[in-house]
């Protein structure tokens, strides 16, 4: 993945991402309020998605590698307290993976309405 | 996490770091160390949980699938990204797999597995360092090959036909071939996948 620019303007478009793989869409949202490190990552994803997609390292450090190379993710250089904090890469999400991430999810809940509007989902009260 | 009442933490992380080096070096520099530790902490809760052989065949599978396709996407960029890129690799592995069966009917000579193998070798690392060094190794013993095949040809008859030593040894001579063809699209393979690039 690398980093997609309009032509005229330079700007990129966070629509030219999607659709995003779960796994690069669950990165984004774990790093959406904080910074985190590897292993936070890979606990929150477990966490939120009910321990389905449990990451193993391969897969977490290709999925962060493409994500810091295409610019939605980069590293952060603040380093919190703790001498094994201190050893970890932290990762935070960049102006362009928010608009990334915020656009993947109107894709997803335009999905779910559709499906909620062909009765297959239950219609929200 | 502690390492108490495991009695080879550093066996298992010397192995894995071993294991990474299916990467390439510069993907190894900059993740290996934070891949290791997240490596420690999954087989220590694999091991509180009690499926370590699980959690081995898991990492070892989630290992070779994304470091393969890491290299697959580092080829692509290498060409541009463009999709034909990996076509001349990926032909050249199909053959080299038939190529290999034919092979082994044919002579049954340890010398041109080997060759085919290492020829194997250097199409999949079409653009690494060693593909030099590969194919002339792989080179030179396809000729201990083809020199067995001469000397000492036990290729296999088909029913009805011609039994004689001569036949067999021409018949031995076939597998060489096929291998030798395999080198040469190995040696091309880079220089194909430019020109379809180019066009």
Known sequence: MTMRRREDTGEEMPAEYLPLTEVAFEILLVLADSERHGYAIMQEVELSTGGRLALHPGTLYRAI?????????????????GAEDRRRRYYALTELGREVAIAEARRLASQVKTARVKNLLPATA | ???????????????????????????????????TELFRYCRERARA????????????????SNSLLVRLSR????FGGHPF????AAGSGTLAVGACCAAVCCTGHAALIGSLGITGAA???????????????????LLVAWQLARTRGQGFTLPGEDESRRGRRRRARL?????????????????????????
């Open chain 1, 65 to 81: 590698s493409r994500l810091v190379s295409s610019g939605l993710i980069r590293e952060s250089d603040r380093h919190p307290d």
């Open chain 2, 49 to 64: 949980r009690g499926g370590e052989l699980r959690f081995w065949l898991a990492t070892l599978f989630d290992l070779i």
């Open chain 2, 1 to 35: 996490m502690s390492h108490r009442n495991d009695p080879r933490p550093q066996v298992a992380e010397a192995t894995y770091r071993f294991l990474l080096l299916l990467y390439p070096r510069d993907y190894r520099e900059r993740y290996a160390g934070e891949m």
């Open chain 2, 175 to 199: 597998g060489p071939m096929i291998a030798a063809a395999l080198w040469l699209v190995a040696l091309a393979s880079p220089l194909l996948a430019e020109l379809l690039h180019g066009h």
């Open chain 2, 123 to 141: 199409i999949g690392t079409a653009a690494g360092p060693l593909r030099p060094l590969i194919l002339g190794v792989s080179g030179l013993m």
């Open chain 2, 85 to 88: 890129a990996v076509v001349p």
């Open chain 2, 75 to 78: 080829l692509r960029s290498r």
